[in-house]
């Protein structure tokens, strides 16, 4: 016997009887005698659950859990024990997709209540239940505009963090879209680069921000270029910081998306996380994923369903505008929950907590004589500094002393060259930082 | 408390917190001090609420779900075996979860050794040779699964080759994801048995034929018999077959994918490998490949080189479908359920999921339409009532198994019946359950002859009734800002 | 038993064309379409101005269970378009035959003979 599998002998006597068989073997005649795999798999023999822990412990030991000062698009912000606590609730957990809605309207009002936070943050009048990540929530989006402006090209930014550019593109050859780059100039986008590129094949311009080097960039102006050229405006952003900074809607974005995370996820190891996706809804049927809905039931009470689903695979199957299946239900209640507890007022504050932070990291960091600002652009929780100081001696040294930071932002490539990247949380101390500071004024 | 019917936001009291943040450190800094041009200008229409109001509420809402703990769940084709304890508390190890993706390699050895790990493991269940566990879910893991097929076409100089086969029986991903990759969906159609139909098959073959996408056991829970001839005839048309492991759980033990001769294929983690459904998502959507195609599995890769552990970015990959390493954390969740059941007890998996189904089939046969004899996989199809006198439906049945406590099969799926019923009960089920499920399902049965306007009012002992679907579509109101501006103008 | 005019022209795809005058035709679904999807709750269509081409797509009906493209019966350009069937989709579930979608001035009439009777429509969704 074993913990998992109810059937006792008895029971196994019982059904077959029933089945007018012998073995169980019996009910797997359809399978061709030369592929029967007859053999036990070549993995290891199972374990009792003490067994398990120990296994593990020893796995975890060849982790090493770090201070985070580096972020590039997944931060180490603050989860309070209420989200744990909610989130592993079986009913939230191990639910499916609420096809009954009868018996899922706990799913489903926090999916409503979740698009309703998207939907202040982000100023758009729709959000879907959710997204993979940020990166793909950003792929889907410019099919979208492809969809919706029934044009073949977008233009991206090149201050688009480079592991959303890599999805985009993988997305965008295999349907057979094209892409160009946006230049960048002193770290932002280029607007007269814009003007230049906007032409009748563009659907869409997707830009980021804050943006891969953690500026905030103004979008003044952008809006009325791209919407003359009759091209939408996708703005990727950090859910996070919309707390405090100018929304897309206010932006004059036709689509916003970007990740999640931010918002009482833990980083990880990448994943899950989840990305938001929102429009207006002229452009909603062109939008992938679930909607949920607000409706009633016969009695006249209040219920939410999954709504607008003919826009979807299983109904439009070859004519659908995105595959897409599933959503990530779970980690939109941990942004529901979070934002639950924070409020407009703690969103706030966190963004404020992080800005010191940064400022005063940023600040002590130029005062050391060994870190230039090459874009002295306004910043938030993130800015990238470029530094004379091998990047190899910065993360050993940063490393001896249980710090992730500073992370060479060549990891993405050669253009970036000679930059780093430092990102502060409101979980980061003085004292943190100050040891950070300490450590690298001592470096040569 | 199911008749709780409270929004967060309609709990919110100005100035009420819910968080506890540090204090002020940098005083001289502050974020007011922003250009007015980069900043917010409207108010968030978001809560003020304690913490105790948080949880009261979310446990409330919780109350009006319905999950694989409170009762038998027999969706067909979702697998909706138990999500095993020891699973989350593994994946709620601080010394995974705090994990930065780009931290270096050598501070995260234990977590790249697992995922190292896992995927070995299911290329040996699978018989393929390479697996990524970047896909974050089914459908993404199709997608990835043809951008390799299509990638190897254009490899080898052969851009004619743009058209996938899908039998009608197929899950809408499946043409999905193919128009979402670049290429057109040839649709062939079942046999009598619910089959490829061999000669439909050779019919569409050609020099333009990219592959085939096929689930084996099919959605109707029936084991193509016919798998090393469709495999063989597609591959000698020069084309790839591709493996939807949705229905995986039905060949643990008994056979594997590679073995008949797919060359690409995908796996449901949240399906096979117990890993929860989340209301919807996080899933995870492994790819694996043969030895010829794995150069194509997207990056980044995990690799081992003695006993180190480290990432790769290879030029030949088709490129990035993720961030990083997918949902990690759904892996770390998968790994631990493959340690739990080690070699001894996978190989009951599929055993066990299909004598449980059999048992269903046959005792259901005498009221249900059976529309395929003989024995079935994991999962069985019923089309509606055998009595076809009577106005109840597939929809009204669904809906009554709700008063009854257990959740609806999957309903008006596959599409070849017009009132299917897909029944899976999964191998975690014990007799007795399905034995109840069973009862109920004859005593539905007799009330559709007897007092068919039950059915038709059920389910009545849920927390809401049957809801109105047009008026959500025509009204859309997709927020809690739609509901106020609604609420106002109806006055 | 779905409900058919007679002396209009219909399509395979179950939309209907009424000849005006002078080359000009109204089109529309057919009462079996608009029972096969059920409620209407959305209706895409094209701008005036634009042109359509027989057997070609030219716009959607959704209900909450299903989604059908339209596709023209005709060649020619859009006229007039039904701007009341935006704001109350279920009018093609009251009245498929008053509600017409498109008006549209035809660039060949002769394309009409490629087209079903109402007899012949009859036998066909029969």
Redesign the interface.
Known sequence: M?K????TKA??D???K??NISS?????????E????NS????????S?SE??N??A?????????T?F?????Y?H?Q?A?I???T???????????Y????????L??I??Y???I???T?L???N??M?????ATAEAC?MACAVAKRNKVLLSSTL?P??I??I???L????LEWDFIEEKDGVIDIEDLKNKLDKDTAGVIVQKPNIYGI?E?Y?GFSELIKANKSLFVINADIST??????P??DGADIACGECQSLGM???????T?GYLATE?TY?RKMPG??????????G???F?L??QAR?????????N??????????A?FV??Y???????????????S???A??LYDKLIATGKFKDPFQK?F?KEFTLQTTLPKETI?TAL?ENGI?GG?GLD?FGDKYEGLVNFSVT??R??SEIDKLISILEGLS | MINY?K???EL?NK?????S??K????N???EN??P?????????????S?LD??R???N??????????GF?P?GS?T?????K?N???A?????????????AN?????L??YYNLQT?LS??S?LKEFSLNP?????G??VG??II?AYHEDRGDFKRKKIIIPDSA???N????????MD?VEIESNEFGRVDLEKLKAVLSDEIAGMMLTNPNTLG??E?D??EITKLVHEAGGLMYYDGANLNALL????PG??GFDVMHINLHKTFST????????SGPVGVTEELSKYL??PRIKKLDDYYYVENSGEA?????????????SLRAY?Y???????????VG??A???A??IS??LKPAYELPIQ??C?HEVVFNGLINKDTDVRTLDI??RL?DFGM??PTIY?PLLFPQAIMIEPT?????ETIDDFINVMHKIAIEAKEEPEKLKQA?TK??????????????????????LE?INNRG | MSKIVEGLFYSKSHEWVKPLEDDVVLIGITDFAQSELG?V??VDLPEAGDNVSQEDEFGAV?S?KAASDLISPVTGEILEVNEDLVGE??LLNKNPYENWLLKVKLENPDELGNLLSSEEYANFIK
């Open positions: 074993f998992y599998f109810p059937h029971d196994i019982s059904m077959l029933a089945l169980i073997d019996e009910l797997f005649k359809d399978i061709p030369s592929v029967i795999f036990d798999y070549d993995v290891p023999s199972f374990m659950e398990l822990r296994h593990f020893e796995l975890a030991k060849k982790n090493q859990e770090l985070l580096s972020g590039l698009g997944l180490d603050y309070p209420v744990d606590a909610l592993s609730r079986q009913e939230f957990m191990t639910s499916y997709t609420p009954q809605p009868e018996i899922s309207q706990g799913t009002q926090y409503f209540e698009q309703s936070m939907q202040t943050l100023g009048e729709v959000s239940a959710s993979y990540d940020g990166s793909t099919f963090n592991n959303t890599n999805v593109k993988t997305y050859k295999y349907k057979e905030i103004d003044s919309l707390g405090v900074l100018k929304s809607k206010e833990p980083v990880a190891f990448g994943g899950p989840l809804k909603v679930r909607i949920c809905g607000y409706t009633h039931d016969l009695e009470k209040r219920a369903v709504t607008l979807e695979q299983h109904i439009r199957r070859s004519k659908a995105s595959n897409i299946c599933s959503n990530q239900s779970l980690m209640l529901t929950i934002l639950s507890l924070m409020g407009k007022n703690g969103l706030k504050e966190v963004n404020n907590l800005y010191q932070g400022h005063y306004p938030l993360q490393l992730f992370l990891v409101e979980k101390t003085k | 019917n929004l967060i936001f919110s100035d009420r917190i819910g968080y943040l540090p002020q450190r940098f005083t800094y502050n974020i922003l250009d041009s980069l900043s917010r200008q409207t108010e968030l229409l978001l809560p003020e609420v913490e948080v949880l509420h979310f446990t809402i919780s109350n009006k779900n319905f999950g694989v703990e409170n769940y969706l979702c909706m075996k138990y999500n095993p020891i989350e508390e593994m709620s190890n601080k010394a995974f979860r705090n994990l930065h993706p780009l931290q270096p501070t995260v050895q234990g977590a050794e697992v493991y040996e269940i018989g974050y879910a089914g459908a993404h199709e997608l043809l951008m299509k899950h809408g991903t043409p999905a994801s193919t128009v979402v990759c670049g969906v029936i084991f018999n798998i090393c033990g008994k056979v594997r073995d008949m929860p459904h989340g209301g919807g998502g996080p899933g997207p990056n088709l490129g990035q479908i993720s961030s990083y390493f997918g949902n990690y954390m759904v631990t493959i340690r739990t059941l080690g070699k001894e007890n996978l190989r009951l055993p066990y299909t004598l449980n059999n048992y046959k005792a003989g024995y996989m669904a809906k709700l959740h609806a799926f191998e975690t089920e014990s007799k389910p849920t927390p809401i009734r049957r809801t109105d679907e047009v008026f959500a579509a025509k009204m859309m109101i997709f927020s809690y800002k739609d509901y609604y | 409620d709750v959305f959704e909450v989709p279920e």
